[in-house]
Protein backbone atom coordinates (compact mmCIF):
# COMPACT_ATOMS: atom_id res chain seq x y z
CA UNK A 1 0.00 0.00 0.00
CA UNK A 2 1.04 3.76 -0.65
CA UNK A 3 0.16 6.81 1.75
CA UNK A 4 -2.26 8.85 -0.08
CA UNK A 5 -3.88 11.83 1.57
CA UNK A 6 -7.98 12.38 1.17
CA UNK A 7 -9.62 15.92 1.53
CA UNK A 8 -13.20 15.70 1.67
CA UNK A 9 -15.40 19.01 0.69
CA UNK A 10 -17.26 20.21 3.79
CA UNK A 11 -18.73 23.09 2.63
CA UNK A 12 -22.55 23.26 3.18
CA UNK A 13 -23.57 22.22 0.09
CA UNK A 14 -20.59 18.97 0.10
CA UNK A 15 -22.81 18.55 3.66
CA UNK A 16 -26.16 18.31 2.82
CA UNK A 17 -24.92 15.97 -0.28
CA UNK A 18 -23.39 13.74 1.83
CA UNK A 19 -19.87 14.52 2.60
CA UNK A 20 -20.33 14.30 6.22
CA UNK A 21 -20.70 10.52 5.76
CA UNK A 22 -17.91 10.39 3.39
CA UNK A 23 -15.61 11.92 5.64
CA UNK A 24 -16.56 9.67 8.98
CA UNK A 25 -16.06 6.66 6.72
CA UNK A 26 -12.62 8.07 5.85
CA UNK A 27 -11.67 8.22 9.17
CA UNK A 28 -12.66 4.15 10.35
CA UNK A 29 -10.18 3.37 7.67
CA UNK A 30 -7.79 5.15 8.83
CA UNK A 31 -8.02 4.36 12.11
CA UNK A 32 -8.64 0.75 11.25
CA UNK A 33 -5.56 0.88 8.85
CA UNK A 34 -7.78 -0.76 6.84
CA UNK A 35 -6.20 1.82 4.04
CA UNK A 36 -2.90 4.10 4.85
CA UNK A 37 -5.23 7.25 4.48
CA UNK A 38 -4.26 10.47 6.17
CA UNK A 39 -7.78 12.63 6.35
CA UNK A 40 -8.25 16.32 5.80
CA UNK A 41 -10.60 18.69 5.40
CA UNK A 42 -11.81 22.07 2.98
CA UNK A 43 -14.77 23.55 2.50
CA UNK A 44 -16.53 24.25 -1.21
CA UNK A 45 -13.73 24.61 -3.95
CA UNK A 46 -17.14 25.91 -6.45
CA UNK A 47 -18.27 22.73 -8.39
CA UNK A 48 -21.56 22.74 -5.96
CA UNK A 49 -22.93 20.75 -9.06
CA UNK A 50 -20.68 17.64 -8.37
CA UNK A 51 -20.65 17.37 -4.86
CA UNK A 52 -19.56 15.34 -2.30
CA UNK A 53 -16.07 15.83 -3.68
CA UNK A 54 -13.34 14.21 -2.44
CA UNK A 55 -9.71 14.79 -3.67
CA UNK A 56 -6.73 12.16 -3.59
CA UNK A 57 -3.31 13.06 -3.25
CA UNK A 58 -0.46 10.66 -3.83
CA UNK A 59 2.53 10.37 -5.38
CA UNK A 60 1.79 11.29 -8.60
CA UNK A 61 -0.33 14.37 -8.18
CA UNK A 62 -3.88 15.00 -7.28
CA UNK A 63 -7.46 14.23 -8.23
CA UNK A 64 -10.33 15.51 -7.77
CA UNK A 65 -13.04 12.69 -7.31
CA UNK A 66 -16.93 13.56 -8.05
CA UNK A 67 -20.05 12.63 -6.62
CA UNK A 68 -18.70 10.25 -4.80
CA UNK A 69 -20.78 8.01 -2.36
CA UNK A 70 -19.68 5.17 0.28
CA UNK A 71 -19.23 2.43 -2.57
CA UNK A 72 -17.35 4.87 -4.90
CA UNK A 73 -14.78 5.89 -2.46
CA UNK A 74 -13.80 1.92 -1.61
CA UNK A 75 -13.56 1.85 -5.54
CA UNK A 76 -11.41 4.84 -5.70
CA UNK A 77 -9.19 4.19 -2.58
CA UNK A 78 -8.22 0.58 -3.72
CA UNK A 79 -7.36 1.99 -6.93
CA UNK A 80 -4.97 4.48 -5.86
CA UNK A 81 -3.65 2.25 -3.13
CA UNK A 82 -3.46 -1.25 -4.74
CA UNK A 83 -2.63 -0.40 -8.40
CA UNK A 84 -1.46 3.35 -7.71
CA UNK A 85 -3.42 4.88 -10.56
CA UNK A 86 -6.30 7.14 -10.29
CA UNK A 87 -10.31 5.46 -11.16
CA UNK A 88 -10.70 7.83 -14.40
CA UNK A 89 -14.57 7.68 -14.95
CA UNK A 90 -15.12 9.63 -11.08
CA UNK A 91 -12.48 12.35 -11.68
CA UNK A 92 -13.48 15.70 -12.52
CA UNK A 93 -10.54 17.90 -12.88
CA UNK A 94 -6.84 17.11 -12.39
CA UNK A 95 -3.69 18.60 -13.85
CA UNK A 96 -3.19 15.09 -15.26
CA UNK A 97 -6.27 14.24 -16.92
CA UNK A 98 -8.73 15.53 -19.18
CA UNK A 99 -12.48 15.52 -17.79
CA UNK A 100 -15.55 16.79 -18.98
CA UNK A 101 -16.12 19.43 -16.65
CA UNK A 102 -12.63 21.14 -17.54
CA UNK A 103 -14.62 23.86 -18.85
CA UNK A 104 -16.27 24.93 -15.52
CA UNK A 105 -12.56 26.18 -15.11
CA UNK A 106 -11.48 27.79 -18.08
CA UNK A 107 -11.28 31.50 -17.65
CA UNK A 108 -11.72 31.62 -13.82
CA UNK A 109 -9.32 33.49 -12.09
CA UNK A 110 -9.49 32.97 -8.01
CA UNK A 111 -8.27 36.04 -5.87
CA UNK A 112 -10.86 36.23 -3.27
CA UNK A 113 -12.09 32.60 -3.33
CA UNK A 114 -8.27 31.78 -3.44
CA UNK A 115 -7.78 29.24 -0.62
CA UNK A 116 -11.73 27.66 -0.52
CA UNK A 117 -11.60 24.16 -1.19
CA UNK A 118 -7.63 24.44 -1.00
CA UNK A 119 -6.97 25.04 2.69
CA UNK A 120 -8.95 24.07 5.91
CA UNK A 121 -11.20 26.72 7.15
CA UNK A 122 -10.53 26.16 10.77
CA UNK A 123 -6.59 25.89 10.74
CA UNK A 124 -4.50 29.18 11.15
CA UNK A 125 -1.85 27.50 10.51
CA UNK A 126 -2.73 26.48 7.04
CA UNK A 127 -3.59 29.88 6.12
CA UNK A 128 -0.52 31.26 7.22
CA UNK A 129 0.74 28.79 5.08
CA UNK A 130 -0.71 30.29 2.11
CA UNK A 131 0.43 33.97 2.56
CA UNK A 132 -2.29 34.34 5.48
CA UNK A 133 -1.58 37.25 7.91
CA UNK A 134 1.47 38.16 5.47
CA UNK A 135 0.06 41.51 4.37
CA UNK A 136 -0.20 42.37 7.75
CA UNK A 137 3.22 42.06 8.83
CA UNK A 138 4.30 43.34 5.85
CA UNK A 139 2.13 47.03 7.36
CA UNK A 140 3.71 46.04 9.85
CA UNK A 141 7.78 45.45 9.13
CA UNK A 142 7.61 47.84 6.49
CA UNK A 143 6.29 50.79 8.69
CA UNK A 144 3.46 51.34 5.71
CA UNK A 145 1.45 54.52 7.02
CA UNK A 146 -2.45 54.70 6.97
CA UNK A 147 -2.39 57.02 4.31
CA UNK A 148 -0.12 54.75 1.97
CA UNK A 149 -2.68 51.54 2.78
CA UNK A 150 -5.70 53.40 1.79
CA UNK A 151 -3.92 54.71 -1.79
CA UNK A 152 -3.11 51.52 -2.39
CA UNK A 153 -7.04 49.99 -2.30
CA UNK A 154 -7.71 53.17 -4.09
CA UNK A 155 -4.91 52.53 -6.84
CA UNK A 156 -5.85 48.87 -7.27
CA UNK A 157 -10.20 50.18 -8.22
CA UNK A 158 -11.82 47.46 -5.89
CA UNK A 159 -14.90 48.91 -5.78
CA UNK A 160 -17.29 47.18 -3.03
CA UNK A 161 -18.72 43.89 -3.53
CA UNK A 162 -21.54 44.12 -2.22
CA UNK A 163 -23.92 45.75 -4.47
CA UNK A 164 -23.19 49.10 -4.24
CA UNK A 165 -20.34 49.24 -6.39
CA UNK A 166 -18.72 52.61 -4.28
CA UNK A 167 -15.02 52.78 -4.31
CA UNK A 168 -13.40 50.56 -1.20
CA UNK A 169 -10.70 53.32 -0.65
CA UNK A 170 -12.75 56.04 -1.10
CA UNK A 171 -15.08 54.71 1.74
CA UNK A 172 -12.03 54.15 3.97
CA UNK A 173 -10.56 57.24 3.32
CA UNK A 174 -13.60 59.56 4.68
CA UNK A 175 -13.77 56.84 7.76
CA UNK A 176 -9.92 57.90 8.30
CA UNK A 177 -10.64 61.89 7.92
CA UNK A 178 -12.81 61.73 11.14
CA UNK A 179 -12.06 62.58 13.93
CA UNK A 180 -13.25 60.29 17.23
CA UNK A 181 -12.10 58.64 20.23
CA UNK A 182 -14.45 55.43 18.58
CA UNK A 183 -14.41 53.82 15.24
CA UNK A 184 -15.90 51.20 13.64
CA UNK A 185 -15.72 49.24 10.86
CA UNK A 186 -18.07 46.09 10.31
CA UNK A 187 -18.37 42.95 7.64
CA UNK A 188 -21.85 42.58 6.34
CA UNK A 189 -22.31 39.37 6.00
CA UNK A 190 -26.38 39.50 5.64
CA UNK A 191 -26.12 37.77 2.37
CA UNK A 192 -30.27 37.45 1.44
CA UNK A 193 -30.75 37.40 -2.13
CA UNK A 194 -32.69 34.49 -3.45
CA UNK A 195 -29.72 31.96 -5.21
CA UNK A 196 -26.63 33.64 -4.05
CA UNK A 197 -24.10 31.84 -1.64
CA UNK A 198 -20.91 33.84 -2.37
CA UNK A 199 -20.73 35.04 0.40
CA UNK A 200 -21.39 31.91 2.76
CA UNK A 201 -18.85 30.18 0.76
CA UNK A 202 -16.16 32.64 1.70
CA UNK A 203 -17.02 32.71 5.58
CA UNK A 204 -17.12 28.59 5.44
CA UNK A 205 -13.80 28.40 3.24
CA UNK A 206 -11.30 31.17 4.32
CA UNK A 207 -12.69 33.11 7.14
CA UNK A 208 -9.20 34.21 8.20
CA UNK A 209 -9.56 35.92 4.55
CA UNK A 210 -12.44 38.05 5.70
CA UNK A 211 -10.32 38.97 9.18
CA UNK A 212 -7.02 39.61 8.06
CA UNK A 213 -9.12 42.30 5.44
CA UNK A 214 -10.78 43.76 8.23
CA UNK A 215 -7.85 44.13 10.43
CA UNK A 216 -6.43 46.35 7.88
CA UNK A 217 -9.05 48.28 7.07
CA UNK A 218 -9.29 48.82 11.17
CA UNK A 219 -5.62 50.12 10.87
CA UNK A 220 -6.38 51.92 7.67
CA UNK A 221 -9.25 54.23 9.03
CA UNK A 222 -8.18 53.91 12.93
CA UNK A 223 -11.02 51.51 14.13
CA UNK A 224 -10.49 49.95 17.69
CA UNK A 225 -13.82 47.67 17.68
CA UNK A 226 -15.08 45.43 14.12
CA UNK A 227 -18.43 43.58 14.10
CA UNK A 228 -19.16 40.46 11.30
CA UNK A 229 -22.98 40.84 10.96
CA UNK A 230 -23.62 37.74 9.86
CA UNK A 231 -27.27 36.30 9.37
CA UNK A 232 -28.08 33.53 11.60
CA UNK A 233 -29.43 31.38 8.46
CA UNK A 234 -25.47 30.65 8.15
CA UNK A 235 -24.70 28.22 11.34
CA UNK A 236 -22.07 26.42 9.57
CA UNK A 237 -20.13 30.05 8.58
CA UNK A 238 -21.00 31.17 12.50
CA UNK A 239 -19.13 28.61 13.95
CA UNK A 240 -16.01 28.66 11.49
CA UNK A 241 -16.11 32.50 11.94
CA UNK A 242 -15.67 32.13 15.39
CA UNK A 243 -13.18 29.83 15.35
CA UNK A 244 -11.01 31.78 13.74
CA UNK A 245 -11.50 34.75 15.95
CA UNK A 246 -10.31 32.83 18.42
CA UNK A 247 -7.27 31.69 16.73
CA UNK A 248 -6.26 35.29 15.64
CA UNK A 249 -6.55 36.65 19.02
CA UNK A 250 -4.30 33.95 20.24
CA UNK A 251 -1.82 34.51 17.30
CA UNK A 252 -1.58 38.38 18.17
CA UNK A 253 -3.46 39.29 15.26
CA UNK A 254 -6.06 40.97 17.70
CA UNK A 255 -5.71 42.76 20.58
CA UNK A 256 -3.80 45.52 22.00
CA UNK A 257 -0.87 46.49 19.86
CA UNK A 258 -1.30 44.49 17.02
CA UNK A 259 1.70 43.31 15.34
CA UNK A 260 3.48 45.87 17.91
CA UNK A 261 2.30 48.87 16.24
CA UNK A 262 1.86 51.29 18.96
CA UNK A 263 -1.53 52.52 19.36
CA UNK A 264 -3.36 49.38 17.30
CA UNK A 265 -5.90 47.84 18.86
CA UNK A 266 -8.50 45.86 17.46
CA UNK A 267 -11.00 43.31 18.55
CA UNK A 268 -13.86 41.78 16.43
CA UNK A 269 -16.98 39.98 17.17
CA UNK A 270 -19.43 38.89 15.49
CA UNK A 271 -23.32 39.52 15.62
CA UNK A 272 -26.42 37.28 14.41
CA UNK A 273 -29.00 38.84 12.51
CA UNK A 274 -32.86 37.67 12.32
CA UNK A 275 -32.54 37.19 8.73
CA UNK A 276 -34.41 40.35 7.79
CA UNK A 277 -33.16 41.16 4.20
CA UNK A 278 -33.94 44.82 4.58
CA UNK A 279 -30.54 44.56 7.53
CA UNK A 280 -28.40 44.18 3.93
CA UNK A 281 -28.81 47.86 3.77
CA UNK A 282 -26.27 49.78 6.06
CA UNK A 283 -27.70 52.01 7.56
CA UNK A 284 -30.75 49.47 8.72
CA UNK A 285 -27.86 46.85 9.34
CA UNK A 286 -26.79 49.26 12.09
CA UNK A 287 -29.53 49.64 13.59
CA UNK A 288 -29.85 46.07 14.18
CA UNK A 289 -26.56 45.97 15.75
CA UNK A 290 -27.72 48.98 18.19
CA UNK A 291 -30.08 46.34 19.38
CA UNK A 292 -33.45 48.49 17.42
CA UNK A 293 -35.54 47.49 14.44
CA UNK A 294 -34.09 47.15 11.18
CA UNK A 295 -35.10 50.28 9.78
CA UNK A 296 -33.22 52.59 7.27
CA UNK A 297 -31.83 56.28 8.26
CA UNK A 298 -31.67 59.18 5.76
CA UNK A 299 -28.28 60.24 4.66
CA UNK A 300 -26.75 62.16 5.01
CA UNK A 301 -24.65 61.90 7.28
CA UNK A 302 -23.18 58.67 5.78
CA UNK A 303 -21.89 56.18 8.02
CA UNK A 304 -18.08 57.61 7.61
CA UNK A 305 -19.00 60.68 9.58
CA UNK A 306 -21.93 59.16 11.73
CA UNK A 307 -22.39 55.45 11.62
CA UNK A 308 -23.23 53.19 14.25
CA UNK A 309 -23.74 54.41 17.90
CA UNK A 310 -23.42 57.97 16.11
CA UNK A 311 -19.24 57.48 15.53
CA UNK A 312 -17.55 57.20 12.70
CA UNK A 313 -17.82 53.38 10.99
CA UNK A 314 -16.70 51.76 7.72
CA UNK A 315 -18.79 48.86 6.36
CA UNK A 316 -18.03 46.72 2.96
CA UNK A 317 -19.04 43.37 2.61
CA UNK A 318 -17.72 39.94 2.85
CA UNK A 319 -15.74 39.64 -0.50
CA UNK A 320 -14.76 42.82 -0.74
CA UNK A 321 -12.75 42.32 2.73
CA UNK A 322 -11.30 39.06 1.56
CA UNK A 323 -9.69 41.11 -1.67
CA UNK A 324 -7.50 43.71 0.53
CA UNK A 325 -5.01 41.34 1.68
CA UNK A 326 -4.26 40.02 -1.94
CA UNK A 327 -4.10 43.53 -3.16
CA UNK A 328 -1.40 44.60 -0.54
CA UNK A 329 0.92 41.63 -1.32
CA UNK A 330 0.68 41.36 -4.60
CA UNK A 331 0.12 45.53 -5.31
CA UNK A 332 -2.64 47.43 -6.93
CA UNK A 333 -1.08 46.96 -10.39
CA UNK A 334 -1.64 43.28 -10.16
CA UNK A 335 -4.89 43.33 -9.27
CA UNK A 336 -5.94 46.11 -11.54
CA UNK A 337 -4.41 44.51 -14.55
CA UNK A 338 -8.01 42.66 -14.40
CA UNK A 339 -11.36 43.77 -15.24
CA UNK A 340 -12.36 46.86 -17.05
CA UNK A 341 -11.93 50.70 -16.82
CA UNK A 342 -13.75 51.20 -14.42
CA UNK A 343 -14.33 47.49 -12.91
CA UNK A 344 -11.27 46.39 -11.88
CA UNK A 345 -10.66 42.93 -10.52
CA UNK A 346 -12.31 39.92 -10.42
CA UNK A 347 -16.41 38.97 -9.26
CA UNK A 348 -17.02 36.00 -7.88
CA UNK A 349 -20.68 34.62 -9.03
CA UNK A 350 -23.00 32.18 -7.91
CA UNK A 351 -25.15 30.12 -10.64
CA UNK A 352 -27.89 28.41 -10.55
CA UNK A 353 -31.55 27.95 -12.20
CA UNK A 354 -31.72 26.07 -15.02
CA UNK A 355 -27.99 25.26 -15.23
CA UNK A 356 -26.12 22.35 -15.86
CA UNK A 357 -23.31 23.73 -13.29
CA UNK A 358 -24.69 25.15 -10.38
CA UNK A 359 -22.24 26.50 -8.48
CA UNK A 360 -19.65 29.12 -7.55
CA UNK A 361 -17.20 30.87 -9.88
CA UNK A 362 -15.00 34.01 -9.66
CA UNK A 363 -13.99 35.42 -13.54
CA UNK A 364 -12.72 38.51 -14.33
CA UNK A 365 -14.91 41.59 -14.33
CA UNK A 366 -15.55 42.05 -18.34
CA UNK A 367 -16.44 37.86 -19.22
CA UNK A 368 -19.80 38.07 -21.21
CA UNK A 369 -23.52 36.93 -19.77
CA UNK A 370 -23.14 34.00 -22.69
CA UNK A 371 -19.87 32.38 -21.60
CA UNK A 372 -20.97 32.31 -17.76
CA UNK A 373 -23.59 30.05 -19.08
CA UNK A 374 -22.40 28.68 -21.64
CA UNK A 375 -18.87 27.57 -20.98
CA UNK A 376 -18.12 28.02 -17.03
CA UNK A 377 -22.13 27.05 -16.43
CA UNK A 378 -22.46 24.26 -18.89
CA UNK A 379 -25.23 25.43 -20.64
CA UNK A 380 -28.88 24.90 -20.01
CA UNK A 381 -30.24 21.91 -18.28
CA UNK A 382 -32.39 19.40 -20.55
CA UNK A 383 -31.15 21.37 -23.95
CA UNK A 384 -33.66 23.60 -23.77
CA UNK A 385 -33.42 27.13 -24.67
CA UNK A 386 -31.84 30.01 -22.87
CA UNK A 387 -34.40 32.82 -21.71
CA UNK A 388 -32.90 35.27 -19.41
CA UNK A 389 -30.84 35.30 -16.63
CA UNK A 390 -31.82 37.33 -13.53
CA UNK A 391 -29.09 39.28 -12.10
CA UNK A 392 -28.89 41.18 -8.87
CA UNK A 393 -31.83 39.26 -7.07
CA UNK A 394 -34.69 41.20 -5.73
CA UNK A 395 -33.02 44.56 -6.16
CA UNK A 396 -31.58 42.94 -10.09
CA UNK A 397 -33.82 42.56 -13.31
CA UNK A 398 -33.96 40.36 -16.01
CA UNK A 399 -31.29 40.26 -18.58
CA UNK A 400 -32.59 38.39 -22.12
CA UNK A 401 -31.23 35.93 -23.88
CA UNK A 402 -30.71 38.02 -27.07
CA UNK A 403 -28.28 40.60 -24.76
CA UNK A 404 -26.14 37.68 -23.69
CA UNK A 405 -23.34 39.81 -25.04
CA UNK A 406 -23.63 42.11 -22.39
CA UNK A 407 -20.29 42.14 -20.70
CA UNK A 408 -20.53 42.06 -16.71
CA UNK A 409 -19.12 44.77 -14.63
CA UNK A 410 -21.36 47.88 -13.13
CA UNK A 411 -21.80 50.13 -15.90
CA UNK A 412 -22.43 47.57 -18.59
CA UNK A 413 -25.47 45.40 -16.31
CA UNK A 414 -26.79 49.13 -15.05
CA UNK A 415 -27.15 50.01 -18.90
CA UNK A 416 -29.42 47.06 -19.12
CA UNK A 417 -32.19 47.99 -15.96
CA UNK A 418 -30.64 45.11 -13.96
CA UNK A 419 -27.69 45.67 -11.83
CA UNK A 420 -24.42 43.69 -10.46
CA UNK A 421 -25.53 43.13 -6.72
CA UNK A 422 -23.58 41.09 -4.87
CA UNK A 423 -23.79 38.33 -7.78
CA UNK A 424 -26.22 35.84 -7.97
CA UNK A 425 -27.11 35.03 -11.22
CA UNK A 426 -30.01 33.09 -12.00
CA UNK A 427 -30.75 31.02 -15.01
CA UNK A 428 -33.62 30.50 -16.79
CA UNK A 429 -35.22 28.55 -19.39
CA UNK A 430 -38.17 28.60 -22.02
CA UNK A 431 -40.19 27.01 -19.34
CA UNK A 432 -40.13 30.01 -16.93
CA UNK A 433 -42.94 32.43 -17.14
CA UNK A 434 -41.27 36.05 -16.98
CA UNK A 435 -44.19 37.27 -15.22
CA UNK A 436 -44.56 34.75 -12.76
CA UNK A 437 -40.91 35.49 -11.98
CA UNK A 438 -41.55 39.52 -11.94
CA UNK A 439 -44.46 38.34 -8.98
CA UNK A 440 -41.79 35.71 -7.39
CA UNK A 441 -39.39 38.61 -6.49
CA UNK A 442 -41.67 41.51 -5.94
CA UNK A 443 -43.23 38.73 -3.37
CA UNK A 444 -40.13 38.67 -1.59
CA UNK A 445 -39.27 42.17 -1.28
CA UNK A 446 -42.93 43.20 -0.38
CA UNK A 447 -42.30 40.87 2.42
CA UNK A 448 -38.93 41.93 3.55
CA UNK A 449 -40.35 45.76 3.69
CA UNK A 450 -39.51 47.07 6.82
CA UNK A 451 -42.72 49.42 6.15
CA UNK A 452 -41.19 52.35 7.24
CA UNK A 453 -41.74 54.16 3.77
CA UNK A 454 -45.39 54.36 2.54
CA UNK A 455 -44.40 54.35 -1.08
CA UNK A 456 -42.85 50.92 -0.40
CA UNK A 457 -44.56 49.29 2.10
CA UNK A 458 -48.08 49.93 0.34
CA UNK A 459 -46.80 50.21 -3.33
CA UNK A 460 -45.10 46.84 -3.55
CA UNK A 461 -48.30 45.22 -2.00
CA UNK A 462 -50.10 46.87 -4.69
CA UNK A 463 -48.11 45.51 -7.57
CA UNK A 464 -47.99 42.06 -5.74
CA UNK A 465 -51.74 42.27 -6.13
CA UNK A 466 -51.39 42.99 -9.98
CA UNK A 467 -49.22 40.43 -10.81
CA UNK A 468 -50.82 37.79 -9.28
CA UNK A 469 -53.88 38.48 -10.68
CA UNK A 470 -52.56 38.94 -14.43
CA UNK A 471 -51.31 35.22 -13.53
CA UNK A 472 -54.70 33.94 -12.65
CA UNK A 473 -55.43 35.04 -15.70
CA UNK A 474 -57.74 38.20 -14.02
CA UNK A 475 -55.36 40.69 -15.54
CA UNK A 476 -57.11 43.51 -17.83
CA UNK A 477 -56.33 46.48 -19.46
CA UNK A 478 -54.02 48.87 -18.29
CA UNK A 479 -52.23 46.98 -15.76
CA UNK A 480 -48.98 46.98 -17.07
CA UNK A 481 -49.29 51.04 -17.60
CA UNK A 482 -50.57 51.07 -13.74
CA UNK A 483 -46.95 48.68 -12.86
CA UNK A 484 -44.59 50.86 -14.74
CA UNK A 485 -46.54 53.84 -12.93
CA UNK A 486 -46.29 52.62 -9.16
CA UNK A 487 -42.31 51.73 -10.07
CA UNK A 488 -41.46 55.22 -10.47
CA UNK A 489 -43.58 55.98 -8.11
CA UNK A 490 -41.72 53.72 -5.41
CA UNK A 491 -38.50 54.41 -6.89
CA UNK A 492 -38.94 57.83 -6.22
CA UNK A 493 -40.27 57.58 -2.62
CA UNK A 494 -38.58 55.00 -1.23
CA UNK A 495 -35.90 55.86 0.98
CA UNK A 496 -33.37 52.84 0.70
CA UNK A 497 -31.97 50.85 -1.24
CA UNK A 498 -34.82 47.91 -1.42
CA UNK A 499 -37.27 50.10 -1.97
CA UNK A 500 -35.54 51.90 -4.41
CA UNK A 501 -34.58 48.85 -6.43
CA UNK A 502 -37.68 46.56 -5.40
CA UNK A 503 -39.38 47.53 -9.27
CA UNK A 504 -36.55 46.52 -11.29
CA UNK A 505 -37.35 43.01 -11.86
CA UNK A 506 -40.66 44.21 -12.92
CA UNK A 507 -39.53 46.73 -15.59
CA UNK A 508 -37.01 44.56 -16.74
CA UNK A 509 -39.56 42.12 -17.66
CA UNK A 510 -41.80 44.42 -18.83
CA UNK A 511 -39.33 46.39 -21.34
CA UNK A 512 -38.20 42.68 -22.57
CA UNK A 513 -41.04 40.64 -22.33
CA UNK A 514 -44.52 42.33 -22.63
CA UNK A 515 -45.65 39.83 -25.13
CA UNK A 516 -46.20 37.47 -22.25
CA UNK A 517 -47.67 40.03 -20.10
CA UNK A 518 -50.05 41.10 -22.86
CA UNK A 519 -50.82 37.16 -24.06
CA UNK A 520 -51.58 36.89 -19.91
CA UNK A 521 -53.66 39.69 -19.98
CA UNK A 522 -55.69 39.66 -23.75
CA UNK A 523 -55.59 35.88 -24.30
CA UNK A 524 -55.85 34.36 -20.52
CA UNK A 525 -52.60 32.27 -21.65
CA UNK A 526 -48.89 31.82 -20.25
CA UNK A 527 -46.57 31.35 -23.30
CA UNK A 528 -44.46 29.43 -20.78
CA UNK A 529 -46.60 26.81 -19.76
CA UNK A 530 -46.22 27.95 -16.36
CA UNK A 531 -49.03 29.68 -14.61
CA UNK A 532 -51.51 26.74 -13.54
CA UNK A 533 -54.88 28.53 -14.15
CA UNK A 534 -54.24 29.98 -17.48
CA UNK A 535 -53.62 26.29 -18.50
CA UNK A 536 -55.94 23.60 -20.14
CA UNK A 537 -55.65 20.03 -20.18
CA UNK A 538 -57.09 17.35 -22.72
CA UNK A 539 -56.59 13.75 -23.41
CA UNK A 540 -55.48 12.69 -26.36
CA UNK A 541 -57.68 9.93 -27.60
CA UNK A 542 -55.06 7.98 -30.00
CA UNK A 543 -52.72 7.82 -27.07
CA UNK A 544 -54.89 6.55 -24.40
CA UNK A 545 -54.68 3.20 -23.12
CA UNK A 546 -57.93 3.54 -20.83
CA UNK A 547 -55.41 2.53 -17.57
CA UNK A 548 -57.29 4.82 -15.17
CA UNK A 549 -53.99 5.92 -13.36
CA UNK A 550 -54.55 9.86 -14.28
CA UNK A 551 -58.05 9.23 -13.25
CA UNK A 552 -57.76 7.84 -9.58
CA UNK A 553 -54.79 10.33 -9.18
CA UNK A 554 -57.09 13.23 -10.64
CA UNK A 555 -57.58 15.44 -6.86
CA UNK A 556 -60.66 16.94 -8.22
CA UNK A 557 -62.52 13.40 -9.54
CA UNK A 558 -62.78 15.74 -13.28
CA UNK A 559 -61.55 12.64 -15.20
CA UNK A 560 -64.33 10.09 -16.69
CA UNK A 561 -63.86 6.89 -18.06
CA UNK A 562 -64.58 3.08 -18.14
CA UNK A 563 -61.35 0.73 -17.82
CA UNK A 564 -59.79 -0.06 -21.04
CA UNK A 565 -61.31 3.14 -23.21
CA UNK A 566 -60.64 6.41 -23.85
CA UNK A 567 -60.90 8.91 -20.62
CA UNK A 568 -61.75 12.70 -21.33
CA UNK A 569 -61.37 15.67 -18.68
CA UNK A 570 -64.34 17.74 -17.62
CA UNK A 571 -62.79 20.88 -17.91
CA UNK A 572 -65.56 22.75 -15.62
CA UNK A 573 -64.24 20.41 -12.82
CA UNK A 574 -60.33 20.64 -13.87
CA UNK A 575 -58.49 22.48 -11.59
CA UNK A 576 -55.07 22.65 -13.39
CA UNK A 577 -52.79 21.13 -11.11
CA UNK A 578 -51.17 19.06 -13.76
CA UNK A 579 -50.89 15.42 -11.81
CA UNK A 580 -52.34 13.89 -14.82
CA UNK A 581 -50.11 14.98 -16.90
CA UNK A 582 -46.73 13.57 -14.05
CA UNK A 583 -48.55 10.68 -13.66
CA UNK A 584 -49.53 9.11 -16.99
CA UNK A 585 -46.80 6.68 -18.52
CA UNK A 586 -48.01 6.74 -22.48
CA UNK A 587 -47.85 11.28 -23.06
CA UNK A 588 -51.48 10.93 -23.47
CA UNK A 589 -52.39 14.05 -21.96
CA UNK A 590 -51.70 17.69 -23.93
CA UNK A 591 -51.08 21.04 -22.33
CA UNK A 592 -52.29 23.99 -24.19
Known sequence: ???????????????????????????????????????????????????????IIDKFGKYLYGGVDENILEEILEQHTKKQSPLNKYVVHSELLKTKDDVFWEGQIKIALRHC??????????????????????????????????????????????????????????????????????????EGDPGAFMDKNLLEGDPHSIIEGMIIGAYAIGASVGIVYCRAEYPL???????????????????????????????????????AFVCGEETALMS???GKRGMPRKRPPYPAVSGLWKEPTNINNVETYSNVSWIINKGAVAYSKYGTEKSKGTKAFSLTGKINHGGLIEVPMGISIHDIVFKLGGGIQDGKK??????????????????????????????????????????????????????????????????KC?????????????????????????DIETLETLSYQIKDGSLCGLGQTAPNPVLTTIKY????????????????????????????????????????????????????EIHFIRQSDCISCGICVIKCNFDAIKVY
Open 513 to 564: FREEYEAHINDKRCPAGSCTKLLSYEIIPDLCTGCRICAINCPSSAIDGAKK
Open 386 to 451: FKAVQLGGPSGGCIPAHLDNTIVDYDSVNATGAIMGSGGIVVMDETTCMVDIARFFLDFTQKESCG
Open 237 to 275: AIVRINIALEQARKNGYLGKNIMNIKGFDLDIYVKEGAG
Open 1 to 55: MSKIIAIVGLGSCGIAAGAGKIFDKLNLFAESKKYDVLVKKTSCIGMCYREPLVE
Open 454 to 478: TFCRVGTKRMLEILTRITEGEGKDG
Open 117 to 190: GYIDPESIEEYEKYDGYKALRKIADKNISRDDVIKEILDSGLRGRGGGGFLTGLKWKFAKAEVSDVKYIICNAD
Open 288 to 290: SIE
